[in-house]
């Protein structure tokens, strides 16, 4: 009788791990969670600007992209490695950015928008750093070298196009910005 407990026992224990080592435990809402955490409201939205007035200078890009911005961007290819056998860390990291292109487009017509002019703002954010690199495994070593990582960051967004006549942009522009 005990061998036969014994044997089935076993039997339960080989159906049960296999299915707990799938990873069929994870929660449906697992996802959503994890990309509430990591993915940014803002990322896929192109703002929609007051249109530009006739007999003004033309608007600057002048928001250059955030630290916070630069460094999401920089984390995304970095490989952190393995821990006690291959760790890499940044340390004494600094962050230049230079507008790259300003120019802004004729009017066209865009979906969901209407007529509208594109705004290109390119940024070149230079990320100075300190790479470490550590191991302990199959024995220890600690490398310091400083780099350089140049990433491209384009800020591009609408201006509304309303036309030539002045009245008409100062009405939309008071519309839209509540501001007289």
């Excluded at 608007?59 to 630290?67: F, G, I, L, M, Y």
Aim: hydrophobic share 35%; glycine share 4%.
């Amino acid at each position: 009788m005990t061998r036969l407990k014994t044997t089935l026992l076993v039997l339960a224990a080989a159906v049960v791990l296999p299915t707990l080592a799938t990873g069929c435990l994870v929660q449906p809402w697992t996802y959503d969670r994890m990309s509430n955490r990591y993915e940014h409201d803002k990322d896929h939205k192109t703002p929609i600007l007051p249109p530009i007035r006739a007999g003004f200078a033309p608007p600057r890009c002048e928001d250059a992209p955030s630290d916070n911005e630069v460094m999401r961007l920089f984390n995304e290819r970095r490989i952190r490695g393995v821990p006690y056998v291959y760790e890499e860390f940044q340390d004494d990291i600094q962050i230049v950015k230079n507008l790259r292109q300003d120019t802004i487009d004729p009017p066209r017509f865009f979906p969901l928008v209407g007529m509208a002019q594109l705004h290109h703002c390119h940024w070149e954010c230079g990320i100075y750093y300190n790479d470490l690199v550590q191991s302990s495994y199959p024995y220890p070593a600690y490398i310091k070298k400083q780099k350089v990582e140049v990433l491209l960051i384009d800020k591009d967004h609408l201006h509304l196009y309303v036309g030539e006549n002045p009245d008409q942009q100062r009405d939309t522009l008071i519309e839209m910005t509540k501001w007289r």
